[in-house]
């Protein structure tokens, strides 16, 4: 065995080869546990431990991870949710379409996310992990009827980008994970975005400040507190505060505490309006509400653990 | 100075800001000693300011952005083509609100930069955007309405996703957490107004990864430069 050819081939497909072990000590750690000459012997157990540190495992705080795995988590319920509402066939040209993107968009995610988690991620759940009826709360069931369908979609889409907004902060010291994040949150938000253009009923459909009655009208950002969402019994939580400091609920007009409605003069003619200025932020959500509220879509007994 | 220890130097000589608790962050974004780390003349392009390091840097980029779309919608307001529209009508509420979230956020980093707050932009908004256009009329130079209101909120996304990894507080990086997905949805809704199904495209979400494509700040900053005046050209030298 050469190991110089061999760290040369390998900077040849990884430049970063040596900041891999670098960046974590491991060379120096390894071998300073060996504390002795380094026989041949051992050297076939050495570099697989050297090589499992920096490719196999992640290198990832347990915060990190915890992050990671609920995210991957919701990305799972998103695309099992979206491949049942394809397969039952109550979509349209158009909305067939739209969603075929979307959960395209959800397994580029889950992709992501497993390539980041490498050994840590959790396995794949599989569509018999979930109940998106949420145990007969949704009625008619998502792949029976389109309103029912759109209703549950929102609540996912609008979970979601809150869940990532929750964990941007525990990212902020792993700055490559922190980019994977942010470019899969303002995604979700777009789905989120389109998924409220449908269900007020279309571009051409004037939305109403909180969504109006029974969130019958949601615009394609979230007002207020949604009058509880379109599923008030599953998706009131979804708009509410969380159990943090840091989750206040989405009417919060407070940002780093400067009250941001009376620090603004609105442009024209307009007023200073509440509904207005709680759409300019939208806010996060910390892990243990995402998870409770995650949970009623988990099937009878969570036969995989997921969401604890 | 009172508050001198909030302020640091980072390795590689960078101005650091210590985690600001909200509390407390009024009180210091009003403390002089902050100034160092803000925006300057930058000698490498005459003319040009540069918008700073560290967590000013990220939020005055942000603040040029948000001048720039709360001006363009304060523009759209007083154009021929919304003030046509039925008070009713779907495109009426969707820029009456855009106009009123942009405003909301640019006055937030206005005032949460404080000193060390950009200057006031000068734009050039009607050079390359017709307000009296709905969308761009075929053979115009000019874009419409709804066409430049989309390059805004695309740009806005792909700048804060770019520059956020910049910040040094996280509680500036939920803030700006905040404010994208807002822009997010925004550009999803023009979208969807200029095209069926237009939420997102591969412009915008990376085909294979299926994750925004970010700007750097010096990218985002190309296309911004394209709406200000050359006496308020910007630079981000320090966020590379």
């Not at chain 1, 497993?114 to 396995?123: E, G, V």
């Not at chain 1, 609920?249 to 603004?264: G, I, R």
């Not at chain 2, 902050?34 to 918008?51: H, I, M, S």
């Given at each position: ?10 900077e ?43 490719y ?102 609008d ?56 969130n ?56 200073r ?36 | ?26 009180t ?21 300011t ?58 937030f ?6 000193t060390?707050a ?25 874009l ?10 695309d ?46 495209g ?39």
């Amino acid at each position: 065995m050469n190991l110089f050819n061999l760290f040369a081939d390998l900077e040849r497909v990884d430049p970063d080869v040596y900041g891999r072990f670098d960046s974590r000590r491991q060379v120096f750690r390894h071998v300073g546990t060996a504390g002795k000459a380094i026989s041949s012997a051992m050297l076939p157990g050495l570099l697989s431990g050297l090589f499992q540190r920096a490719y196999g495992q992640t290198g990832l705080s347990g915060d990190i991870i915890a992050v990671l795995n609920l995210a991957l988590s919701l990305e799972y319920l998103e695309a099992y949710y979206y491949q049942a509402a394809l397969s039952a066939n109550i979509l349209g040209i158009d909305d067939k379409a739209a969603f075929t993107t979307i959960l395209q968009d959800e397994q580029g995610h889950i992709a992501a996310l497993r390539a980041t988690l490498s050994t840590a991620a959790i396995a794949d759940p599989t569509p018999a992990a979930f109940d998106f009826t949420a145990a007969g709360r949704v009625s008619p069931a998502p792949t029976a009827s389109l309103a029912s369908f759109l209703a549950v979609a929102q609540a996912l889409e609008d979970l979601g980008v809150r869940a990532y907004k929750g964990g941007l902060a525990a990212l902020l010291p792993s700055k490559d994970v922190l980019k994977i994040a942010l470019g899969i949150h303002s995604v979700e938000a777009r789905h989120a975005s389109h998924v409220r253009t449908l269900r007020r009923g279309g571009v051409g459909v004037a939305g109403a400040d909180g969504g109006g009655p029974n969130n019958s009208l949601p615009k394609s950002w979230v007002s207020l507190r949604e009058n509880n969402g379109p599923l008030p019994a599953l998706t009131t939580a979804i708009y509410a505060a969380g159990t943090t400091v840091d989750s206040p609920a989405e009417d919060n007009m407070v940002q780093v505490k400067l009250n941001v409605q009376t620090n603004s003069d609105p442009p024209g003619a307009n007023l200073r309006l509440p509904a207005a200025t709680s759409e300019a932020f939208d806010e996060p959500l910390d892990a243990a509400r995402v998870k409770t509220i995650a949970l009623n879509f988990v099937a009878t007994g969570n036969p995989k653990g997921l969401f604890l | 100075m009172l508050f001198s220890r909030v302020l640091t130097t980072g390795s590689g000589g960078l101005p650091l800001l210590a985690p600001i608790k909200r509390r407390s962050f009024l009180t210091y974004a009003g403390a002089t000693t902050l100034a160092l780390a803000g925006c300057q003349k930058n000698d490498a392009t005459p003319g040009a300011t540069d918008v700073g390091s560290g967590n000013i840097g990220v939020l005055n980029l942000a603040y040029a952005l948000e001048q720039v779309e709360a001006t363009f919608y304060a523009s759209v307001l007083t154009g021929d083509y919304y003030t046509k529209l039925a008070p009713a009508s779907a495109e009426y509420q969707i820029l009456s609100d855009l106009a009123r979230h942009e405003q909301v956020h640019v006055d937030f980093f206005r005032t949460i930069l404080s000193t060390n707050a950009l200057k006031q932009l000068n734009l050039t908004l009607s050079d390359t955007i017709n307000f009296n256009e709905r969308t761009t009329p075929t053979g115009s130079g000019k874009l419409g309405v709804l066409n430049a209101a989309r390059q805004l909120e695309d740009l806005g996304v792909g700048l804060y996703n770019g520059a956020a990894p910049f910040l040094l507080s996280a509680d500036y990086l939920t803030v700006l957490g905040k404010i994208v997905s807002v822009e997010a949805r925004h550009a999803a809704l023009l979208r969807d107004l200029l095209a069926t199904n237009g939420f997102v495209g591969t412009d915008v979400v990376d085909a294979t990864s299926r994750q925004e494509i970010s700007l750097s700040p010096t990218a985002a900053l190309a296309q911004l430069n394209t709406y200000l005046a050359a006496d308020s050209q910007l630079t981000a030298t320090k966020l590379t």
